[in-house]
């Protein structure tokens, strides 16, 4: 009786096979294509939250130009109503003298 307890206590050496290596490489190249996936979805949110703030300092910028083109033009304006004053003034000078 002990005999037939110490032989199936006993475990078969375990066998190295083909299919356990090509199992082992398919593993290996899943938790690598796994990695990658997860690597390039990153990568895609970080391009998409550069594009949005791209966009945002683009608007943000014309508007400012915009702003800026009409402060210009506005103090041009004032500008050339200034020299008209000036030029009528002394027109009027010349003309009384």
Do not use: F, W
């Not at 033009?73 to 003034?89: I, N, S, V």
């Amino acid at each position: 009786m002990i005999l037939a307890t110490v032989g199936c206590a006993q475990q078969p050496a375990p066998r190295h096979s083909a299919a356990m290596d090509v199992s082992a490489r398919m593993l290996k190249q899943l938790d690598n294509l796994e990695s990658s996936l997860a690597t390039a979805e990153s990568e895609n949110v970080t391009y998409a939250v550069l594009v949005d703030r791209h966009a945002s300092a683009e608007q943000m910028a014309c508007h400012v130009t915009d702003e800026h083109v009409q402060e210009i033009h506005r103090l041009d304006m004032a500008q050339q109503k200034k020299l008209e004053q000036k030029r009528g003034k002394k027109r009027m000078t010349v003309a009384s003298r």
